[in-house]
């Protein structure tokens, strides 16, 4: 049996509709079992916070958690150097989604400079619907294929008969936007009421994502 095999590639652009903060916790004790009541005092402390603006205390979701041994270099008696114990530091990172919109992002990231513990954030955008954008990128490498092997069968005078597979990667599309190249730093204990609001004026650039497809057609 002859067969053509073509790769076809999608491209989409999407409006992004959802704001993600990305949130990290960390802190370092001596004691393993004082680190992870901290984590878990620092956590809580969070959702505290996160709950005055309407989030339930389950949107804060859990993207990593670790502990990790840390110590530090010093110089002996001898002026040899030397390692000794530090503590225990625990990075707990989270995020929280919701409907983009620039006055409650304004609020929640004074609230977040207001908390009581100092997390880190990340600001980036996605969308509310990622499987929709992959299933129409899918649609438009699918066609792309199609095109092209109709033109490369035209061109070498054979018939495109039934489709014998298509091969496709079902990796992770990435639908995010991230227009920090790092993370802020909040401070803390701001003596401004807590109804106040940073003027946010953000209007995120659409997501550009693409894909391909391989189809293998039968030929005669």
């Known amino acids: 049996m002859r067969t053509i095999r073509v790769t076809g590639k999608g491209q989409i652009k999407v409006k992004p509709d959802m704001t993600r903060i990305t949130i990290t916790l960390s802190g370092l004790y001596k004691d393993y ?8 005092d620092d956590t809580e402390a969070l959702k505290d916070v996160l709950s005055g603006f309407g989030f339930a205390r389950s949107d804060l979701k859990t ?5 990790d041994t840390e110590y530090e270099n010093y110089r002996d008696g001898n002026n040899d150097y030397r390692r000794r114990f530090v503590g225990y530091r ?5 995020k929280v989604e ?12 004074y609230a977040l400079a207001a908390c009581p513990v100092r997390p880190e954030f990340q600001i980036s955008f996605t969308v509310k619907d990622p499987e929709s954008a992959k ?5 438009k490498a699918v066609a792309d294929a199609k095109e092209k092997a109709a033109v490369l069968s035209g061109a070498a005078g054979v018939a495109l008969k039934e489709i014998q597979s298509i091969d496709y ?9 991230r227009p920090m190249n790092g993370a802020l730093l909040a401070e803390k204990c701001l003596a401004e009421p807590m109804d106040a609001s940073y003027d946010m004026d953000i209007e995120p650039d659409d997501i550009e994502a693409s894909d391909t497809v391989t189809v293998i057609w039968e030929i005669a």
């Open 169 to 177: 990667s079902w990796g992770e599309i990435d639908f995010e936007y």
């Open 135 to 139: 299933n129409l990128l899918l649609g």
């Open 33 to 40: 079992g004082e680190t992870l009541r901290r984590s878990s």
């Open 98 to 109: 919701f409907a983009s919109d620039n006055d409650r992002l304004g609020r929640v990231l």
């Open 90 to 94: 625990f990075n707990h990172v989270t």
């Open 63 to 67: 993207l990593s958690f670790r502990v």
